[in-house]
């Protein structure tokens, strides 16, 4: 099951990085289907041990408060690296959770489409 949600993430980081994200109705329905296989394998995800993750000293992208009021560090995976998507921190709650992000520009620090924050011990993307 794990190779089988690799492929399938590598797929879907393959149809972004060659643009044809929603140029046919064919691509658009494919991405779909993808994040759909994405997200129903991440509903039982536990999250990330932010004890952890932290020891292994991640390189940290960027930080910005959002308008939670909450510090969020963007950091890169200590191990994979750029191969994993953006690990989305906050160090006042001590949690930390994979984005669903590859690239920093698509991720919103306050009051865009794709802000992300912590609500409930949950990692979110978009407060609007």
């Known amino acids: 099951m794990k190779f089988f949600s690799l492929i399938i ?3 879907h980081k393959s149809l972004r990085n060659i643009h044809i994200y929603f140029d046919t109705p064919l691509a658009y329905e494919l991405e779909m289907n993808l994040l759909y296989i994405i997200k129903q394998q991440q ?3 536990p999250m990330l041990n932010y004890t ?3 020891s292994l000293n991640p390189t940290i992208y960027k930080t910005f408060t959002n308008s939670l009021d909450q510090l969020i560090l963007l950091v890169e995976h200590p191990l994979r690296g750029d191969e994993s998507p953006i690990i989305v921190v906050c160090e006042e709650l001590a949690l930390a959770d994979y984005s ?8 919103d620090e306050v009051g865009g489409e794709y ?3 912590f609500i409930t011990n949950e990692l979110f993307h978009g407060l609007n």
Do not use: A, S, T
């Open 115 to 117: 802000e992300v924050c």
């Open 100 to 107: 669903d992000f590859y690239e920093l520009g698509e991720i």
């Open 9 to 11: 993430k590598q797929l």
């Open 43 to 45: 509903i039982n995800k």
């Open 52 to 54: 952890k993750l932290m």
